[in-house]
């Protein structure tokens, strides 16, 4: 079971959206979330 980045629902049941960005040259996976909302709720990052 994976937890919502933002409200720390599990994303399972939901519609989960992800977020993969380039980490020293790698894909990963820095976000996870229940539902859109979530994702534009902490869309604002550092850079
Ligand atoms: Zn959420």
Redesign the pocket.
């Known amino acids: 079971m994976t937890d919502?980045t933002?409200?720390g629902?599990p994303v399972e049941p939901h519609d989960p959206v992800y977020v993969d960005e380039l980490v020293d040259g790698e894909r990963t996976t820095t976000g996870r979330?229940?539902?859109y909302a979530?994702l534009t709720a902490t869309s604002r990052r550092p850079g």
């Open positions: 919502c933002y409200c629902a979330f229940c539902n979530c």
